[in-house]
Antibody, heavy 121, light 107 residues
């Protein structure tokens, strides 16, 4: 079964750091671009970052640039998001998602269930 | 970055047709994707490349495009189609953007 499972969320103080992980199974991670998307409580989806299959290219939403770092370890079948200088407005469920092959750039065909990040003092 | 504009809500009776629009300057040159999200669940890809349907998605879901506006159409709406729907596209810098979402209510 193709699956993505996020972990690493939790409560963190403003200005703090957190590292999210996404474990992939059921498919060959190294063949796919991967993304992080977040959703604040009661709000819509917000794209966060993406990384190409071999890490050649990374992209970030403007509000995350310089604070978030996406990375991956294809051998460990894992995607990561290192978040620093966290703010209250970063409070959200963070999803990892796979870009499907042949769907056009951005087509996210597999999603994890998300991990909750709460930034509060 | 740029914005994608969706109506906040659409109400439809069972068996009728719901149409959800998504507008954005870049849509004339970029593919659009549609996702369905039900409460407490992860989004599900419903349409890719403006009008293609992934396997397993019911035929009542269809997509179309005209200039800078794309439309998701749900024909013969069923109660289970009540959900939030998001459009998504890319800009020329390689980043992605989602619309604010449309809540479809089946009344």
């Amino acid at each position: 079964e193709v699956q993505l499972v996020e972990s690493g969320g939790g409560l963190v103080k403003p200005g703090g750091s957190l590292r999210l992980s996404c474990a992939a199974s059921g498919f060959t991670l190294k063949n796919y671009s991967m993304n992080w998307i977040r959703q604040a409580p009661g709000k819509g989806l917000e794209w966060v970052s993406s990384m190409s299959p071999t890490t050649d290219y990374t992209y970030y939403a403007d509000s995350m640039k310089g604070r978030f770092i996406i990375s991956r370890d294809n051998a460990k079948k894992a995607l990561y998001l290192q978040m620093s200088s966290l703010r209250a407005e970063d409070t959200a469920v963070y999803f990892c998602a796979r870009e499907g092959l042949g769907l056009g750039s951005g087509g996210l065909d597999v999603w994890g269930q998300g991990t909750m990040v709460t930034v509060s003092s | 970055s740029y914005e994608l504009t969706q109506p906040p809500s659409v109400s439809v009776s069972p068996g009728q047709t719901a149409r959800i629009t998504c507008s954005g300057d870049a849509l004339a040159n970029q593919y659009t994707f549609w996702y369905q999200q039900k409460p407490g669940q992860a989004p599900v890809l419903m349409i890719y490349k403006d009008r293609e349907r992934p396997s397993g998605i019911p035929e009542r879901f269809s997509g179309s495009s005209s200039g800078t506006t794309v439309t998701l159409t749900i024909s013969g709406v069923q109660a289970e189609d009540e959900a939030d729907y998001y459009c998504q596209s890319a800009d020329t810098s390689g980043t992605y953007v989602f619309g604010a979402g449309t809540k479809v209510t089946v009344v």
